[in-house]
């Protein structure tokens, strides 16, 4: 069996990847928030009840949980490969003063693996090395700030840092440099994981090979043929292209046309998800606001390797029945399509669901106007709470990545 494989947004989950909030969100701090992409800060004692009880619903739905930490943390029992990643690791977070560099490894070889993965992801704080002197100009200079390595809050968003299309993935480069660390998890995981490592995974996208940004909140699969993708405030049109120059000539895969969605670069839609996602074979849910200011591409395979790119001019709803082949199209509008009531769900994700089947989503407990709609529509909807967790502005698609769904 194909270690990966998701062909759908609504086909029956079967494995899904989760990271489960740890000591990152205490070190948040309202300094910093902005700059780690937070609006708040969330009660992280909150916050692992309300993920554990999301966890329990998958789990009790028969989907395997795995989890990002633990996925790694069996990865780096190899010490060459835990020498390597810890290396690459300082890279990428920039921590190249050779004092500070060799303080922290020293300090690493002293923790098991799950400590190491840990610690890595809550983030190093100066007190927590007190022997560091200030090594260089550098350090002298930053010598206020507390951190020796900048914790990485956004992990619940499994979502982003790579995306699985068919039986491969895309390994993303975020669009910001504070999020760019996560994708080094994945690459190392379907590198050695054991469950990837004696696997050939194509990569649809390889963040080593391009300066261009794309995250997995902006990459949607409505069928075995067809992806949507949003050119967004996170993505750009470039790795769409990307994207589509690997995937659509692979002879191994089905699919053959990708629907690019432009969507308004603003914080609030920040990816295709958070205003867009699929809940049964042909119904979606829909921030109105960005209905009349979609435009759609159609990205199909032309001659010579090339790609064919055609601006559709029609409706969403048209788009959608002609491509996905059906005759009715339900867009079931955040919260009714209420300036108010629209504008206050869509800003705690009431957009973004997690399909577990079709016509089945996880949806945020908070947007009590846009649940009861869905359920008016037909579709069953699994309540988790979310009072913290939505601080991260993110819904249960964003905390999510799947590895493998049924075909359907």
Not at 106 to 135: C, V, W
Not at 137 to 166: K, Q
Request: glycine share 6%.
């Amino acid at each position: 069996m194909n270690p990966l494989n998701v062909r759908s947004e609504i086909a029956p989950l079967k494995k899904v990847l989760l990271h489960r909030v740890g000591k990152e969100v205490e070190n948040l701090t309202p300094d910093i928030l902005e700059r780690l992409l937070f609006d708040d800060i969330p009660y992280l004692e909150i916050a692992r009840q309300e993920h554990d009880a999301f966890a329990k619903l998958l789990t009790d739905k028969g989907v395997e949980v795995v989890y990002l930490e633990d996925q790694i943390a069996e990865v780096v029992k190899d010490r060459a490969v835990r020498a390597s990643f810890i290396n690459q690791f300082l890279d990428e977070a920039g921590l190249f003063s050779p004092g500070v560099r060799a303080a922290v490894k020293e300090y690493f070889s002293s923790l098991d693996n799950h400590a190491l993965i840990n610690t890595m992801m809550a983030g190093l704080r100066k007190k927590d090395l007190p022997q560091i002197a200030d090594y260089s100009l550098t350090d002298m200079l930053s010598s206020n700030y507390p951190f020796i390595l900048d914790p990485m809050p956004n992990l619940y968003f499994t979502r982003d840092p790579f995306a699985t299309i068919g039986s491969g993935i895309t390994l993303n480069h975020m669009r910001t440099d504070v999020r760019n660390r996560e994708t080094i998890f994945a690459e190392y995981i379907f590198k050695y994981h054991p469950d990837y490592k004696n696997q050939e995974i194509p990569l649809w996208f390889n963040k080593s090979n391009t300066s261009c940004s794309i995250e997995g909140g902006d990459e949607l699969i409505l069928n075995k043929k067809v992806i949507a993708m949003g050119i967004s405030q996170r993505t750009d049109a470039a790795a769409i292209e990307e994207v589509a120059k690997k995937l659509l000539f692979a002879e191994e895969e089905t699919f053959e046309r990708i629907l690019a969605f432009k969507i308004p670069a603003k914080r609030a839609f920040m990816h295709l998800d958070t205003v867009f996602t699929m809940v049964d074979h042909d119904k979606f849910t829909i921030h109105n606001q960005i209905e009349g200011q979609l435009k759609v591409f159609s990205i199909t395979k032309g001659s010579k390797n090339n790609l064919k790119i055609i601006e559709e001019e029609n409706t969403l709803a048209n788009i959608l029945k002609k491509y996905l082949g059906l005759d009715q199209i339900s867009l079931i509008k955040c919260a009714g399509g209420d300036q108010i009531d629209a504008g206050r769900e869509q800003w705690n994700d009431g957009s973004n669901t997690l399909a577990i089947a079709p016509g089945e989503v996880v949806v945020y407990s908070r947007n009590q106007v846009t649940n009861q709609l869905l359920k008016e529509n037909g579709i069953k909807v699994h309540v988790i709470p979310s009072s913290e967790l939505s601080r991260g502005r993110g819904g249960p698609r964003c905390m999510s990545m799947p590895l493998i769904r049924k075909d359907l």
